[in-house]
């Protein structure tokens, strides 16, 4: 009794077991949307905690790389920082050597500039010179004229033009005879010199010469003096030409020559002007005037003068070598 008993309670047990899981069923299938419904919440919640800690990894990962790149770029900013400097250096550079360049061809062109204005300077120097030179070689209209004055005053009775002519043709026989007449003269002299007359008849031009001219004062040289006659300034350096000689004293000339009676190729002469301004011209020009044959010193405006020394010269070949020079000095 007591087994069927216990079976009986075991089914029945069994039976309110199943029957109360029937009624657990029931009541889990009403209340499995709400639990879906969490689950599935828990699972977005799980879902969008995962997503956004992709998104993060994957925001911090493309700093990370971000901060790669920005550091990239700046090596690459500090290197062509570097080549900008160099290549601004290098510009630096040949901006000065272009500047250097510049003063030099401005250098070079002042340089050619003044070589231009000193060589025309020269050209017009010596153009003045030259001109300067002829113009008191070859004689003035002005000097002309009072020579020809000074002619007419001395010799009126020869202004008219047929004795003119008939001294000018003279006067070139004896330029185209001068040597042989030189010579011939310089025998008379001689000659008259033995004789014992104190004059020589003739001088070294061909003329006539008084016999009662005296000479003047500071001629009185070694052997005493016989003729006395007047030079102008001298052509060339150390000689008187024949030409220049001058029976008078005038305006034109500034050398008094005294031929030794003993020796009528010898003469002693001096600086001789009596005319202020022509003192002054003689000393304004006194390297054609002066140095030729004297030697001259000191300076004077109010055209004093005295001859400490005499010069000397010798007739040669139709002119008067000086042999030595006369000493002058204007105080």
């Not at 002309?144 to 003279?170: N, S, W, Y």
């Not at 004059?199 to 040289?221: D, H, I, R, Y």
């Not at 007047?230 to 030409?241: A, G, I, S, T």
């Not at 022509?278 to 000191?298: H, I, P, Q």
Request: aromatic share 6%.
């Amino acid at each position: 009794m007591k087994r069927a008993f216990y079976i009986v309670f075991l089914l029945g047990v069994l039976l309110s077991m199943q029957s109360c899981d029937r009624i657990g069923n029931l009541i889990g299938e009403s209340d499995t949307p709400k639990e879906q419904t969490a689950e599935v919440q828990a699972h977005e919640s799980v879902d969008n905690a995962s997503t956004d800690t992709l998104e993060t990894t994957k925001i911090q990962t493309q700093l990370l790389q971000n901060e790669d790149g920005i550091r990239a770029l700046k090596d690459s900013l500090i290197s062509l920082s570097g080549k900008i400097n160099s290549l601004q250096t290098a510009v630096d550079s040949l901006q000065q050597q272009q500047a250097e360049l510049a003063q030099t061809k401005v250098g070079a062109k002042s340089l050619f500039v003044y070589l231009a204005i000193f060589t025309i300077f020269i050209v017009v120097l010596m153009l003045f010179l030259t001109k300067k030179k002829r113009g008191q070689d070859n004689l003035t209209e002005k000097q002309v004229k009072d020579i020809i004055a000074d002619f007419a005053k001395d010799h009126p009775d020869l202004i008219c033009g047929g004795t003119l002519l008939k001294l000018e043709r003279q006067i070139g026989v004896i330029s185209n005879h001068k040597q042989a007449l030189d010579s011939i003269i310089t025998r008379l002299n001689k000659l008259e010199t033995r004789i014992g007359n104190t004059a020589p008849l003739f001088n070294t031009q061909g003329t006539q010469t008084s016999t009662s001219e005296k000479p003047v004062a500071g001629g009185t040289q070694a052997g005493g003096t016989s003729n006395v006659f007047y030079m102008k300034r001298p052509m060339k350096d150390m000689e008187f030409d024949l030409s220049l000689r001058s029976e008078r004293q005038t305006e034109e000339t500034l050398y008094r020559f005294e031929i030794d009676r003993r020796n009528p190729n010898v003469a002693h002469f001096f600086f001789d002007c009596r005319y202020p301004n022509r003192v002054r011209w003689a000393l304004s020009t006194r390297e054609k005037t002066l140095d030729r044959v004297c030697n001259a010193s000191g300076s004077d405006a109010n055209g004093t003068y005295r001859c400490t020394a005499p010069g000397e010269a010798r007739l040669q070949d139709g002119k008067w070598v000086v042999t030595r020079k006369a000493d002058v000095i204007f105080d």
